[in-house]
């Protein structure tokens, strides 16, 4: 299955901000949006935002997120340590009848 | 308090046989759909499988159709994956998730599991 496009590193000054992006189409994020997860090596990914931009309970407010056409977009302000961490995003794919990731992007906070 | 825990990893020789559990706590299992998403060695995270909150609808990713099936018993709020004909290239970390869809998938996962090893080797 077809997958959602990101870049594959970013890397970012501490207390700086990040956006990154995830390109799909108009069967996926175009249609219903993407959702984030971070994934620290080792511990199980934890979802950030869904459906263009709702956090879950105890999600900071540094992270935020947002969509564009067939382009959804995550912004992490006020860059932490903790923040370095693997960061994908998905959707449903309604010409698939499945869920499509994007390949994740690596954020590097210096 | 949601919990998800795999078992049922572990190493086994091309052509064997797997079968992963993970059990569930903390929400009313039969109301949401669940999946499968694995992790290679190196590479991100990849779907694998998603069955339905009624268990009446299963999905496939390409690679394990034929292969592979998932299923669940609601009265135990356990959900399995089968995996036969294993290959080199199913050597992952395989997690299960809660989607947060409810009569089928959503790409969306609110909860994941710690995670089982699988490794396919000679």
């Known amino acids: 299955q077809a997958g959602l496009t990101q870049p594959p590193s970013l890397s970012k000054d501490l207390r700086q901000t990040a956006t990154i992006t995830c390109t799909g189409t108009?069967?996926?994020?175009?249609?219903?949006?993407a959702a984030w997860l971070q994934h620290h090596q080792g511990h199980p990914p934890k979802l950030l935002s869904y459906?263009?931009?709702n956090r879950p309970s105890g999600i900071s407010e540094r992270f935020s997120a947002s969509r564009s056409g067939n382009t959804a977009s995550l912004t992490i302000t006020g860059l932490q340590p903790e923040d370095e961490a693997d960061y994908y995003c998905?959707?449903?794919?309604?010409?698939?009848?499945?869920?499509?990731f994007g390949g994740g992007t690596k954020l590097s906070v210096l | 308090e949601v919990q998800l825990v795999e078992s049922g990893g572990g190493l086994v020789q091309p052509g064997g046989s797997l079968r992963l559990s993970c059990a569930v706590s903390?929400?009313?299992?039969?109301?949401?759909?669940m999946d499968w998403v694995r992790q290679a060695p190196g590479k991100g995270l990849e779907w694998v499988s998603l069955?339905?909150?009624?268990?009446?609808?299963?999905y496939y990713e390409d690679s394990v159709k034929g292969r592979f099936t998932i299923s669940r018993d609601n009265s135990k709020n356990t959900v399995y994956l089968q995996m036969n004909s294993l290959r080199a290239e199913d050597t992952a970390i395989y997690y299960c998730?809660?989607?947060?869809?409810?009569?089928?998938?959503?790409?969306?996962?609110?909860?994941w599991g710690q995670g089982t090893l699988v490794a396919v080797s000679s």
């Open positions: 998730a809660k989607d947060m869809g409810r009569l089928r998938g959503s790409g969306t996962y609110d909860y």
């Open positions: 903390g929400f009313t299992f039969n109301n949401f759909a």
């Open positions: 069955i339905s909150g009624s268990g009446d609808s299963t």
């Open positions: 108009t069967y996926n994020v175009g249609n219903q949006g």
């Open positions: 459906r263009n931009g």
């Open positions: 998905s959707a449903w794919d309604s010409s698939l009848s499945a869920p499509v």
